[in-house]
């Protein structure tokens, strides 16, 4: 079945620790997102990307780093995961058109201590 | 700069009435308005959308949305609620003039639908 599939659905880290949440899409959509989702906050953006080889920031990209190396992998990365980090993480992607929808990943529920 | 607003956290309908989620946005250019619901433990996924036309949209599970240029706002709407309704639902624009293709989200407004 055509989407997104995101790993691991869950993870409890470590303070300190380093951490890579997977994103894989089969759909040759050009662009990809990473949102985190947090209670009275909606999804926020951390970094896009629009097409293989570039990235960009989001409106909350501190402490996250992403590659696009391919059109369909778009990793994740925390270099070292603080407690604030806690959140549920969405990568999705879509088409560049504008009048085009969004597709989701099932999500990454993060938890840092 | 591209915004939406969600102004209800949460809004409670008994089932069988008719349900109403509302969104108000703002573009610089045209806007391209999106619905997503999200069920417990799930990703968000595509209700309906408006793009151009006629501004009642209809989409999934018998939602629709009505578009207001004048009001800046794309309400969600279903004549009546069923309980198996009740999720998060979250408004998204993209705007057009701007060519920015990244959708922005609202906070979103969790319905609940009481038997």
């Known amino acids: 079945i055509a989407g997104i599939t995101q790993a691991p659905t869950s993870q409890i880290l470590a303070a300190g620790r380093r951490m890579t949440l997977r994103c894989t899409q089969d759909m040759r959509h050009n662009a990809m997102y990473w949102y985190r989702q947090d209670l009275g906050l909606g999804l926020r953006l951390i970094h896009y990307?629009?097409?293989?080889?570039?990235?960009g920031k989001g409106e909350v990209p501190d402490g996250y780093s992403v590659s696009r190396a391919n059109t369909d992998d778009f990793p994740l990365t925390l270099a070292s995961a603080v407690p604030s980090q806690t959140s549920v993480y969405f990568c999705?992607?879509?088409?560049?058109?504008?009048?085009?929808?969004?597709?989701f990943g099932q999500g990454t529920r993060l938890t840092v201590v | 700069a591209q915004s939406v607003a969600q102004p209800e956290d949460q809004v409670n309908v008994a089932e069988g009435n008719p349900l109403t989620v509302k969104c108000t946005y703002s573009v610089s250019g045209n806007p391209y308005l999106f619905w997503y619901v999200q069920y417990p433990n799930r990703g968000l996924q595509f209700l309906l959308k408006y793009i151009t036309g006629d501004n009642l949209v209809k989409g999934s599970y018998g939602f629709e949305a009505e578009f207001n240029k004048s009001q800046t706002s794309f309400h969600l709407k279903k004549p009546s609620a069923l309980v198996s309704d009740s999720a998060l639902y979250f408004c998204?624009?993209?705007?057009?003039?701007?060519?920015?293709?990244?959708?922005?989200f609202g906070r979103g407004t969790s319905l609940i639908v009481h038997p």
């Open positions: 998204a624009v993209r705007d057009g003039a701007g060519g920015s293709y990244i959708p922005t």
């Open positions: 999705a992607s879509s088409t560049t058109g504008v009048g085009t929808e969004a597709f």
């Open positions: 990307s629009n097409t293989a080889g570039t990235t």
